[in-house]
T-cell receptor, first 113, second 114 residues
Framework: EDQVTQSPEALRLQEGESSSLNCSYT??????LFWYRQDPGKGPEFLFT???AGEEKEKERLKATLTKKESFLHITAPKPEDSATYLC??????????????FGKGTKLTVNP | DTAVSQTPKYLVTQMGNDKSIKCEQN?????MYWYKQDSKKFLKIMFS???????INETVPNRFSPKSPDKAHLNLHINSLELGDSAVYFC?????????????FGPGTRLLVL
């Protein structure tokens, strides 16, 4: 069964203190790894898709990387507005039903001013 | 311009009642989904529809019945509500059924069963 494990469960940073979030996955043929951001009381907001090991994507202070077993979301010089829960999800290559996203439990990030 | 919208945003009801949640997307997407996020914040697929046809039914009790009147709408009807149905329900859509397509989520419907 496809599994996604995110660590840490919660992370507190000071503004400007860079860090990384981890997403480990076990999946039968990865077709896509997705990062979402979820603010309290809102739906997940799409950030990145990574398709193959070695791929990297960047957006403002966020950079996502992918290996064959895990993905990292690096946050450089975070600001308080980066505080949110970050969700990782995978899609497998075995049809049918492979279009479903299998989510991790998320990492709740708090950035203090 | 809301891409994926859901109504109602909050739903408080008694055990045993029947309720519906509506979802609409204005993105022109072919595929729509229902996810459930439980109290531990774990987000899990329930159903997916492609062009009004059911594709995934992820071992959800048959008290839950999705209905897609057209490809822009996917409603969720729940019969005989139970305490354990309390959760946040998210609708999502993607351009196609192809693996790797980005799924866009609605704001969620917070259901509380008393």
């Amino acid at each position: 069964e496809d599994q996604v494990t995110q660590s840490p469960e919660a992370l507190r940073l000071q503004e400007g203190e860079s860090s990384s979030l981890n997403c480990s996955y076990t999946v039968s043929g990865l077709r896509g790894l997705f990062w979402y951001r979820q603010d309290p009381g809102k739906g997940p907001e799409f950030l990145f898709t990574l398709y193959s090991a070695g791929e990297e994507k960047e957006k403002e202070r966020l950079k996502a990387t992918l290996t064959k077993k895990e993905s990292f979301l690096h946050i450089t010089a975070p600001k308080p507005e980066d505080s949110a829960t970050y969700l990782c999800a995978v899609q497998a290559s075995v049809p049918p039903g492979s279009e479903k996203l299998v989510f991790g439990k998320g990492t709740k990030l708090t950035v203090n001013p | 311009d809301t891409a994926v919208s859901q109504t109602p945003k909050y739903l408080v009801t008694q055990m045993g009642n029947d309720k519906s949640i509506k979802c609409e997307q204005n993105l022109g997407h072919d595929t729509m989904y229902w996810y459930k996020q439980d109290s531990k914040k774990f987000l899990k697929i329930m159903f997916s529809y492609n062009n009004k046809e059911l594709i995934i039914n992820e071992t959800v009790p048959n008290r839950f019945s999705p209905k897609s009147p057209d490809k822009a709408h996917l409603n969720l009807h729940i019969n005989s509500l139970e305490l354990g149905d309390s959760a946040v329900y998210f609708c999502a859509s993607s351009q196609t059924l192809r693996v790797g397509e980005t799924q866009y989520f609605g704001p969620g419907t917070r259901l509380l069963v008393l």
